[in-house]
Structure formats: C-alpha cells, structure tokens
C-alpha cells in the first residue's frame, strides 16, 4: 500500500478529532478556512503540492458540513496541471464539490476534452470519469461524439473503455436530445459481443438506458442478453474474478434481465424457450446459504427474474410457481427477504389473474404488518391496499383498524388513508361502511382529514335506508366518555340531520340527543362550534310539538353565541335564532339537505393524484403500463372465465351472468348478422376515412373476393360507419339519440386511434363507467380483454355486449354480466382470429341502464389490419427482385398522394414502425425513399411477406 | 441508479459523500441530517432498506461505520446491498483490514476507490483484482512524479550551491 501522506492535511484532521465540542470545531475550520483562502490570493508562491493539499482540506471541510464559498477555481484549474497527481486531484475534489450546474465547469471543457482525445489513457480516464459523475448539458453537446469514439475504437483499452461507456450514459440520460443514438442498434449489438466482463457491465447499463427509451431500435440485440444471461447463469467460461460469492458477476446478471423487462414481449420461440430455462433454472435452483453476501447476490438475481417473468406473462403455472416462493419469502426470519416478498407480491398483483393466488398468503401478510421493523410493516400496508376487495374488504378493513390504535405515528395518517379509501371502494354493504369509517374516526381522529368525513356524510344523505343507522351509531360513539373532535362534528352532523328518525327509540328523544351533543360543548374548539350550532337548530326544528324547555335551553346557548367574536359563529347564531322565532318559515329553511351529486370521491382523486406525483420513467411504470392501463382504478379483479363474484352482502344483489346467446335474442336483427357473417363475405361499405390511420392502411387493404351485399347486413352495417362522422372523427353512434343523455368523456375517435397504435388503453368513458381495453397479439390470433368498471357507487344494470365482427374475423366474447357491482371491475376476454385480409372493422355494441338512463354506445373496437402484422427486416437481395416481379395489381397497389404536404422522413418512419412495418434503412438508392417489410397473418394466407415502398405498396404472396 | 453515496459514523460524522445526481450545497445538508436521524436509530437485525422521499436507501453497518446508498423505487435492493460490499471488501484488501481511521486520514483514497467502482450511478467493475490493479498503477503513476520532482530539485539546490 502506498501512502502519499500530506502532513498537513493529517494535523489538520487530527485537529479537528481532538476538538472537544463544535464550537471548537468551527473556530480551527475558521481558521484554516482563512489560511487557506489568503495562500489562494497569493497563487503565485504555491507549489503544485501545497496547492493540492489546501484543495484536500477544502474538500474536507465541506464534508464536514461548512459552507466553502471559495477556492472551486482553483480545484477546477488543477485539472489542467500537466502532471498526473495534480491533476487527479483536481478531477476529483471538483467532482466531489461541484454539481452539474456550477458555472466553474464551464472553464474546463476545453481542458477536459484535450485531455479525451489526447493519447494519455490515465488523462482519458481522469477526465471520463469527471463527465460521468457530473457532466451537464454543455459537456453533452461537446463530447459526446468523442466519448463514443472512446467506447467503440478497437485500440482503446478495457479500462477506457468501461468509463466511456457509462460517461455516455449519464450524458444521454441527462440530455437525450443532444446526445444523438441514431444508428447505435449495430454498435450496441457490436458491444453486447464483447468478452471483457467489464465493459460488458458498463455497456450493459447503457443499453438499459437506451432501450427503455425505445425498445424497437434494439430488437436485434435481444437474443444476446439471453445469450449473455445464459452464458452466466450456466457459468460457462466466466473469470474466476467475475465471480462473487460463486456467482457468476450477480450485477450483470441482475442489469440483463433489467434489458430484457423493457421489451414488450419476446416472438422468437427458440429464444423465448431458452430464456425460459435459464430462468426456470434460477427459480429453482436458488437456495439459502449460510454465507450472508452469496445469499444476497443469489437472491438479487432471483427477483430480478421473478420481476422478468412477471413481465413476460409466463405461463400460469410458472406464475404460480413465483408467488408460491414469494409466500414462502413473506414468512422468513431473514428481514431482507420478507421485506421483498412484500414488496414483489405487490408488483404481482398487477399481473392479471394471480390476485386470488396471492390472496391465499393474507393472513400471514396481516401478521408482517406488525413486523418490528417500520420498512416491513410499510409494504405490508401497501400489499394489503392493492390486494383489497369485495371479496376481503371487511377483514383487511378491519385489520387495519385494529392496527391503528398500536401503529406508529408516522404510519397512522398514510394508514387511515387507505383504510378510508378501501372501506368506500369495496364496501359490501353501507351499514358497514359507516362502522368503519367511524370506528376510524374514533380511534385516529388526529390523523382524519376533513375528506373522510364529508364523504360519509354525503353517503349517508344521499341513501334513506341508511340514514336512521347512522344517527343510532353516531349516537353511540358520542356516548363515550372521551371523544375526538371529529367525531363530534361528524356525530353532531348526523344527529342533527337525522335523529328525528329515531325519535321512537329509547333515549332518542329529541332532549336527551340534545343533551348527548350538548354535553361535548365545553370541550370542542371553536372550529366545531358552528356544527353544533346548526345541530342544536336542526333538532329544534324537528321538535313537533315543541318543546318549551328544549327551546329556551337553545335559544339560550343562540344568545349567548350572538356576540361571538368568530363571525361565522356570531352569524349563525344571529340567523338561527331570529329564524327558529318564526316557526314555519324555520320548516323549510331548515329542511333535510338535498341529495349530493354523484361524484369522485375526494379521497379516491387524492390518493390518484398522489399515484401520478411520484409516476416516473422507469421500468415498473412502464411494465405497470404495458399490463394494463394505468386510467383504470383496479377495482374489483374477477376471474375473467365470468365466474360470479364473490358472495355479496345485503343491498348489492348477485350477479347474474347471462350467457351471450340470451342477450343476443333482445336484438334479433344482430343476431341474424352475426349468423351472417359467418359464411358471408362484405362489400367494404367504409367510404375512406378522412383519418390518417385510413390513409395509410388503405393502400394495403386486399379486398375479398366480391360478394353480394346482403342488403341487411349492408344496411346494419353502414347505419354504423356511413354516418356523417367519420369526417369529424367520432365513432359513437348514437342509435336512439334521444335516450342517450350521458355525455361521453373524451373524443371516442381520438381513443380508438390511439389504440390502433397500443395495445392498451381507455376505449370508452362517461360519468358510470370506463371501458378498458387490453391485448395481446400473435400472429392471426388475438386476444382481447375489455375491462369494464363501473364508477359508481351503485350498480349498473341491464348490462349488454355484443360484437358486430366485420366478415374477416371471427370474434368470440366470453360472457359479460348483466349487472357491474358499484365500484367494481370486470373483465370480459374476447378471442380474436383473423381469416382474411381486410380493413373492416369490427364493432362493440354496448348498452347499460343507469338509474333510468339507458345508455348505448357503439365503439369501433381496435382489431384493425395492423395488429396482425409482424415487422421483419428485408435486405436489398432479397427486397429488389422480389418487389419487380410483382407486376401490379392486386399483388402489387399504388396510390398516388397528390396535394398534400410532405410529412417529415423521420415522422414518416416513425409512423410505420407504429404500424408493425420495419424500416430497411439504406436499402433504397434515394434517401427520401423509405422500404419497409412486414409480415401479414391471416387464416386464409398463413404468414404472408408484404413489402412497403415510401408509401407505395405491395403484396407478396410467396404462395403464388 | 445509485444517486448518492453516503458513509455516516455511528456518532453522525460524515466521512464520505459522493453525489450522482445534482443536489445543492444546502439540499446536500439537507439529506444527511435527515438520513443520519432515519438510519443511525434502527436498530439492529432489521432490514437493510428504508423508504425515503418516494426512494429507497439501502445501507449497511460496517463496525462504527453506515455505509448508504439512494436508489429508485424499482432497483434491485440485493444488488445494491452487494455493491456496498464489494466496495468495502475492496477497501478491506486496499489498506489491509480497513478501520475507521483509515478513512478518516485516507478519505481521498475511499475517493479514488469509489472513482474505479461507480460512474454515473452505476457498476464499472465487479473485479476486484481489476480494480486493486488500476488503484495499485495511479499510486505508482503518482509515486514517480514524486520521485522525480524530488530528483529534480535536488538537482536544482545541488546546483544553485
């Protein structure tokens, strides 16, 4: 070990150890703070060593906590010493003091970047490390090019290299427009080969960074992570220093499966069923040790894979598999473990199907709730929230409840919170949801907003059959000896507004709810004082006959308000009393409240609002995404095979679930088409769309063999699309205008087109309910979830789905129940297969009663021609002779676009690598060309090449 | 990635901070007066992650010394908690069975340690022979500049005699 020890710096040190308190503390910094800044003024009579020694004990001092106002100059001038110790000192302590957006840095660029592309590798990799730390924007826009020189120049050493590789990284992620990757798919392929498992560790963080910015670039480099992953997870030639613990480089292995998780899925069966193993493998094959890091590192790479198969939808029973081992996780001594088995049993959730798997392993969650560790009892709490139910409501509620009077402060607000949240959203009856969120109130009335109680008190008005339970339970928890000026109000509020409805009970005469109510005046702050007022107004308005004493009791209490210093006291007490003196007039005013409007709860839009704060760029979002849309609230996860819900309490009825066939005959006309089109093919009655999507697809249209319109189904057919919207974009089709008064929520046109593009998303909303759409394609196969949630608090009825597939496809919709419960969600999959090419659209006429609003709706469902496309790459070999001996129609179509503005090549690109077309870049002579290839699924002509040219269009059928 | 590095004394000292992403001076104070109150308390034999302003510290107690690391919500914990001891097992083997005191005169070679471990937030090198290797070259590279200055001015004064 070499010890280049500064004496100075080490007195200095000791020094400040042997300080007795901070006082002395401040008073020997103070002092060397001043010798150092007047040695800084006389730069002239520094030699490079003291210079780098008072630099040292700056650093030092500011590591202490001091304010260093000074002397960032002259560490920053140090990077441009000649010599090597200098100047590693001054790379250094600037990167420790500075922060990207220092001023000073700007003076080194010129410096930093001589020394990048001089041949000094000690100097290159000084200066890379300093940029990867803390290069800014100005650093981006000037070195970036060098740096990728760096990365990929062959005469480059590993260890120049590795840097340059995450150098180019902080400065594409802190600015990736300035840093430009067009290109890179080759160079990052190029990277993933490398041997040096160094490089391979500093690449592989880059390529994360690069394709979750956008994964379609990247395709080609995905058969080498898994290649690379199984290399190490097989520890087939790996460096006896690359392995840690007798794992084979844990890091890289945990970074690859990262990549993986940014693809949206994985086509390729061969690699697929590789990556599968490996996994599987790993899933398995991980075992507790003794040695606590080899345990660490083997489980790092164990979540990472339970996180990658998660994402790649496995198979149900590998799914099962997974949570089985986060069950066993959950119940360990090892602290580290319990806590992510929580914490990955939550991401669980978001896969689809797996809630009831996981809600086997409730009781010991409730038990991690009261894990001595706060961490723990966190992402139990969180776990708990997301796998709550109709079905598990009342337990979990109610363990929360009884949690709270033992949780810690810092835990209770958070707490409530949710408890509020959950007993609203899945409360199976509302007599118990009053319990509960007055039994919340009770026992953590500091930490209630006022959000929590207004709801209840909205719920309570706006439904009679539970108004007199309130008013006898407010009675009761007002009887407490000690009661939390929240439940007061809330009480107070209730009582006064309903009592009257208990009046022939014992001890609810209007007096003694007086009395109960008065009996807490004393104790309340002023901010109650007005409730209680109006209370107090309220019951001598429902006393009939009057009640002398009763009256002179409040009049009494009014008066002595009247000259209350609070205004809003003084007024209330002003107007109740002169209104209570003119007895009929006191009837009306005082009246019961009206109902409220229905709407969001305030609570649930918090807790939402507070879901997109935090929302960020990285991976479970995305993953989040890709699984469902994050517009959904989740409410209620049925089995998607319709199996009626859990068994319900009291006012929500069971669910019924019709089959398809019984909604069918409510509309025999619908019925007769769907009969139709099986064996009947359709003229495609769909004048062009004046949308771009239109535009584009139509060229690639393949019209079926004409047939005869079947003047019936033509008629139902173009009563949909022939409509005067389709210029204006929208696609509902308002069949009986008159009874549909619900406005729907967001252009419907503008929804389906963007989910022509994803595969997820909101198909449909008013103020009842939202229509959700999930999909997954393969080939000509499809598989399409419709989520269907209803945003009441009251359930939607007469519920009714039927599809008008186009003659092309053959669309089978599982059942859909004729009742959504309130708040609930349910899933109703639809198999999809597509038999011919065609650009018809298939339709979803969907109806549901309300109240006595009817609503029906018919939405274009998202199956369009382009979800049966898979991008491939074409070289010219094989693009050119294939595209001439296509002669013309029908094989090969072209459309002249004339008079219209060209739209950019790159937004051009863009748009048809959206549509499943890949972009052969350099395959056509002309720049402004593009080429593209695609292949086609369909029943009828199996997988199918079709190959694009700037805009012109052919098909190939290698069949032919 | 890592946003910052923090190495935290039992008593509250700081004896090492790295910043990944761009705090400022007071914000910097900022943190480590609230990470000391969060971490120095917990108590021993529970887990070695704590939720922080909607991100994640792992850290872990090395004798007197709290190594912490911030990360984002959904990092990898376990691999991070390794990252910590790797570093500390690479300065173990660096000056030969680490204490406290090595750090607190040596702070600037933790410095150059942590340069050839972490860049940007994130894992250059998971050799250590690698990393012991280009640490042990910057000691020579900076010896022999000593060597010769010192040669040079001896050469010097012998000269202005």
Same mark, same amino acid.
């Given at each position: ?118 041949? %000094? ?169 003794? %040695?606590?890091?080899?345990? %660490? ?38 602290? %580290? ?260 409007? #229905? ?113 019936? #189904? ?247 | ?161």
């Amino acid at each position: 070990m070499a010890m280049h020890g500064m004496r100075g710096l080490s007195v200095f040190i000791s020094d400040i150890r042997n300080c007795q308190n901070k006082e002395q503390e401040r008073l020997r910094v103070d002092k060397e703070l001043g010798n150092v800044r007047t040695r800084f003024k006389n730069e002239k009579g520094l030699t490079p060593y003291e210079k780098k020694k008072y630099v040292w004990k700056m650093l030092y001092i500011y590591m202490l906590g001091y304010d260093v106002d000074f002397g960032h100059m002259e560490a920053v001038s140090l990077i441009s010493a000649p010599k090597y110790p200098e100047k590693q000192v001054g790379y250094i302590v600037t990167s420790s003091l500075l922060n990207e957006n220092h001023d000073f840095l700007r003076l080194a660029i010129n410096t930093v970047r001589n020394d990048i592309i001089g041949r %000094n590798e000690t100097f290159q990799c000084l200066a890379l490390t300093m940029v990867g730390n803390i290069g800014g924007r100005e650093f981006a826009e000037s070195l970036a090019p060098d740096v990728q020189k760096l990365l990929l120049s062959s005469s480059c050493r590993p260890l120049v290299r590795k840097k340059a590789a995450l150098c180019l990284l902080r400065l594409y992620r802190k600015n990736p427009d300035v840093v430009n990757v067009d290109g890179w798919t080759d160079r990052m392929a190029q990277l993933l080969d490398e041997r040096d498992l160094g490089v391979l560790t500093s690449s592989m963080s880059l390529f994360v960074a690069l394709v979750s910015n956008n994964h379609e670039a990247y395709w080609t480099c995905l058969p080498k992570c898994v290649k690379i992953l199984e290399r190490l997870a097989r520890n087939l030639d790996v460096p006896q220093e690359y392995t840690y613990y007798g794992i084979p480089s844990p890091w890289l292995q945990v970074k690859t499966m990262r990549a993986l998780q940014y693809f949206p899925t994985i086509e390729d069966p061969n690699t697929r069923r590789i990556l599968f193993e490996v996994l599987q493998r790993i899933l398995m094959g991980t075992d507790v040790v003794k %040695n606590v890091n080899k345990n %660490n590192a083997s489980h790092a790479v164990l979540f990472e894979a339970l996180a990658l198969v998660m994402h790649l939808d496995a198979e149900k029973e590998m799914m099962s598999q997974c949570v089985a081992l986060l069950g066993k996780f959950i119940a360990v001594r090892e602290p %580290n473990i319990r806590y992510l088995g929580l914490e990955n049993m939550t991401r669980m959730l978001l896969v689809t199907d797996m809630q009831d798997i996981i809600k086997r392993h409730q009781a010991q969650i409730i038990t991690s709730l009261k894990d001595p560790d706060i961490s723990i009892r966190r992402r139990a709490l969180d776990l708990l929230y997301g796998m709550c139910d109709v079905s598990n409501a009342k337990d979990i509620v109610e363990e929360l409840l009884q949690y709270l009077s033992t949780a810690d402060f810092a835990m209770r607000e958070e707490l409530s919170l949710k408890a509020a949240i959950l007993a609203e959203k899945f409360a199976p009856d509302l007599s118990w949801y009053v319990d509960a969120i007055l039994q919340l109130i009770d026992k953590a009335g500091d930490f209630i907003s006022d959000d929590i109680w207004f709801r209840v008190v909205q719920f309570v008005t706006n439904n009679e059959d539970l108004q007199s339970y309130a008013a006898a339970k407010a009675r009761e928890f007002l009887d407490k000896p000690a009661v939390h000026e929240t439940m007061v109000k809330v009480s107070a509020y209730i009582l006064g507004e309903f009592s009257h409805l208990l009046a022939k009970s014992p001890g609810c005469s209007p007096k003694e709810i007086f009395n109960i109510i008065h009996e807490k005046h004393p104790t309340v702050p002023t901010s109650t004082i007005p409730v209680l007022l109006s209370a107090y107004a309220k019951i001598l308005m429902h006393t009939q006959p009057p009640d002398p004493e009763l009256q002179n009791q409040i009049w009494a209490i009014f008066n002595k308000y009247e000259s209350c210093i609070d205004v809003e006291i003084q007024q209330r007490a002003a107007e109740y009393f002169a209104l209570s003196r003119k007895g009929a007039a006191l009837m009306d005013i005082l009246a019961e409240m009206p109902k409220f409007p #229905e709407r969001q709860s305030a609570l649930i839009k918090k807790a939402e609002e507070a879901e997109v704060d935090t929302a960020e760029q990285s991976a479970i979002k995305l993953r989040a995404q890709q699984q469902m849309s994050n517009a959904l609230v989740v409410i209620d996860q049925l089995a998607t095979n319709g199996a009626p819900p859990p068994p319900q309490v009291n006012q929500l009825s069971l669910v019924k679930m019709p089959s398809m066939s019984s909604t069918a005959d409510h509309n025999p006309a619908d019925q007769a088409l769907s009969v139709a089109n099986g064996t009947l093919s359709t003229v495609d009655p769909q004048p062009p769309s004046a949308d771009l999507l239109g535009d584009l697809l139509g060229p690639l249209a393949i019209e079926g063999p004409p047939a005869a319109a079947v003047p019936s #189904e033509h008629n139902v057919v173009s009563g949909l699309e022939g409509i005067p919207n389709v210029v204006d974009g929208a696609a509902i089709v308002p069949v009986g205008e008159e009874t549909n008064s619900v406005q729907p929520i967001g252009n419907i046109a503008e929804r389906f087109h963007a989910l022509c593009l994803k595969d997820s998303g909101v198909l449909y909303e008013d103020p009842y309910i939202q229509i959700g759409i999930k999909a997954e394609w393969r080939a000509h196969h499809g598989r399409l979830v419709l989520f269907l949630g209803n945003k009441n608090t009251s359930p939607l009825v007469s519920v009714q789905a039927l599809i008008l597939p186009p003659a092309h496809l053959k669309i089978e919709l599982s059942l859909v129940p004729e009742t959504i419960p309130p708040r609930a969600q349910v899933q109703c999959p639809l198999e999809i297969v597509n038999l011919r090419p065609s650009r018809d659209v298939a339709v979803l006429d969907f109806s549901y009663k309300f109240g006595t609003n009817t609503v029906n709706v018919k939405l274009r469902l998202p199956a369009v021609i382009n979800k049966f496309l898979q991008p491939i790459p074409v070289s010219a070999e094989e693009f050119f002779p294939q595209w001439r001996s296509l002669s013309g129609p029908p094989l090969k179509l072209q459309e002249v676009v004339r008079s219209v503005r060209p739209m950019p090549l790159l937004e051009m690109a863009n748009l048809l690598n959206s549509y499943c077309l890949m972009i052969c870049s350099g395959l056509d002579p002309n720049p402004n060309n593009l080429v593209a290839g695609t292949t086609f699924y369909s029943e009828s002509t199996r997988a199918m090449l079709c190959l694009v040219r700037n805009i012109i269009v052919s098909v190939f059928d290698p069949g032919n | 990635m890592i946003h910052f590095v923090l190495l935290i004394s039992r008593q509250g000292k700081v004896r090492l901070t790295k910043w990944y992403s761009p705090y400022s001076q007071k914000e910097r104070a900022k943190v480590i007066r609230e990470l000391s109150g969060v971490i120095l308390t917990r108590g021993p034999k529970l887990c070695n992650f704590v939720d922080w302003r909607g991100f994640k510290v792992v850290y872990k107690r090395y004798a007197s010394l709290y190594f912490c690391m911030c990360i984002d919500q959904d990092d990898n914990e376990l691999e991070i908690l390794e990252i910590i001891h790797h570093y500390v097992e690479i300065l173990d083997r660096y000056f030969g069975s680490v204490c406290e005191l090595d750090l607190i005169f040596n702070f600037h070679k933790a410095y150059y340690i942590l340069d050839e471990l972490l860049i940007a937030g994130e894992l250059q090198e998971s050799s250590k022979k690698t990393v012991a290797r280009l640490i042990a070259a910057q000691d020579s590279l900076v010896e022999t500049a000593k060597e010769q200055a010192n040669s040079i001015s001896n050469i010097i004064a012998q000269a202005t005699k």
